[in-house]
């Protein structure tokens, strides 16, 4: 039956782009032209595929997508999960007893961040001779740069279309400490964070500036007269000022008011002016650190550090295969690792979900906060960032994306990019 089916496609086939004529006037025509041509051969390939389906065909797909429909099926069950437990109100530790499993899949991913980022960056740094090496590391900072204005353009312009701060705000009024941070201060921490002191402290702690308040007491002469620190009106009721006149004129002399007056003014011309010393507060800020990785640190160091084995050459070369061994050895690890990311993205999502208290409630304070910033994200993830791997490489960005689908769920299950990234390198290495 379907053999006439097929017969009559492949004429079809054959006859719009097997043709030479029909293909060099194509490449002679617009960019439109050939744009629609290349679409109308990629449907034919795409149809032909579908008559030729087999039941290997199909096991061999489940086989090489295993995992992402593992961890699809995952996050599903993980939802379905908590949604069933919710209403036996699980205390607080029997949520995080059951969330266990999941904590223990985001120890093992972060296990191997910090030497994955290191052998690999080395290993990389170091196959590179000195100009593409920097001919690569100047179109990083400008595609960094680059993403990140039109990022923060895309949620400025989310935010003013939306305006997720109008949706309710009641219970969301908490205390806490607002720690004041200048820009001039963080400028400076990053660039700190850059050259790390003690690499050892680098891998488990990074600079920040800590500010403290100090009391400055200073000196300063006042030249007021003595007439102007009276009341300019003494019948009137000056408490209000923290100024006593009745104390005052206690204090003087018995003599009339304009009298002592002129003592006073021929006192202070005598001695001369009167000190005052004053309280001044200034913040201060200090040297201090906090926990985590200073992987900005790392990854300069392992830039140098594979840049300067690259031009050793020959005499480099054990250093360069120690650490192409390393970096192999670890990918292998996150191999095995990965295979247990679907049962710990299960019990994460769950516990997760179980934590919130109403979900209605949530819902309805911080709603449009999460649309906002969903939406941003599928504006910059697919359209913008497809659109610049199109222009740049010319290629096909979804089936670059299909290839990081692993990594893309994983980050949606952990919510945590650095548990994220060995799952990256790995799609990175055998996908793409």
């Not at 290993?123 to 090496?133: F, I, V, Y």
Request: hydrophobic letters at 45%.
């Amino acid at each position: 039956m379907l053999s006439p089916i097929m017969g009559e496609h492949q004429t079809h086939i054959n006859s719009l782009f097997l043709n030479e004529e029909t293909s060099k006037q194509l490449e002679s025509g617009s960019r439109v032209h050939r744009f629609r041509h290349a679409l109308e051969k990629r449907a034919a390939h795409a149809r032909k595929q579908m008559y030729n389906i087999t039941r290997e065909s199909v096991k061999g797909f489940f086989q090489r997508n295993a995992f992402v429909l593992l961890t699809i099926l995952a996050v599903l069950l993980g939802i379905t999960l908590a949604l069933a437990l919710r209403p036996y109100r699980m205390t607080y530790r029997q949520i995080k007893y059951f969330s266990f499993p999941g904590e223990l899949l985001m120890r093992m991913l972060q296990m191997l961040v910090l030497p994955l980022i290191v052998s690999s960056l080395i290993t990389g740094m170091a196959s590179l001779d000195s100009s593409a090496s920097g001919k690569m590391g100047v179109r990083a900072v400008i595609y960094y740069m680059m993403t990140t204005i039109i990022a923060v353009f895309i949620g400025i312009f989310m935010v003013l279309i939306i305006h997720p701060g109008k949706g309710t705000k009641k219970g969301l009024q908490g205390e806490g400490k607002i720690e004041q941070v200048h820009a001039t201060d963080a400028f400076m921490d990053l660039i700190r964070n850059m050259f790390p002191p003690n690499l050892v402290e680098a891998c488990f702690r990074q600079y920040k500036t800590q500010y403290s308040v100090r009391v400055i007491n200073r000196t300063v002469v006042s030249n007021t007269s003595p007439a102007a620190m009276l009341p300019q009106h003494p019948k009137q009721d000056t408490n209000s000022s923290g100024f006593n006149y009745n104390a005052t004129m206690a204090s003087l002399p018995l003599l009339p008011l304009e009298n002592a007056l002129g003592v006073w003014n021929n006192v202070t011309k005598a001695l001369g002016s009167f000190p005052e010393v004053l309280n001044f507060e200034e913040v201060i800020p200090g040297p201090g650190s906090v926990n985590g990785v200073n992987a900005l640190g790392l990854v300069v160091f392992s830039i140098c550090f594979g840049l300067v084995i690259g031009n050793m050459k020959q005499k480099g070369h054990p250093l360069r295969e120690f650490f192409d061994c390393l970096n192999e050895s670890i990918l292998r690890m996150v191999a095995v690792i990965i295979w247990y990311a679907p049962i710990g993205i299960l019990f994460l999502i769950a516990g997760k979900i179980l934590e919130m208290e109403d979900l209605a409630v949530m819902g309805g304070q911080i709603g449009l906060y999460t649309i906002t910033v969903i939406v941003g994200l599928l504006i910059h993830g697919l359209c913008v960032l497809p659109l610049i791997y199109f222009i740049v490489t010319r290629k096909n960005p979804w089936i670059f994306m299909a290839g990081l689908l692993q990594a893309l769920v994983t980050a949606f299950g952990t919510s945590s990019s650095s548990a994220t990234l060995p799952v990256t390198f790995r799609c990175l290495e055998e996908n793409n």
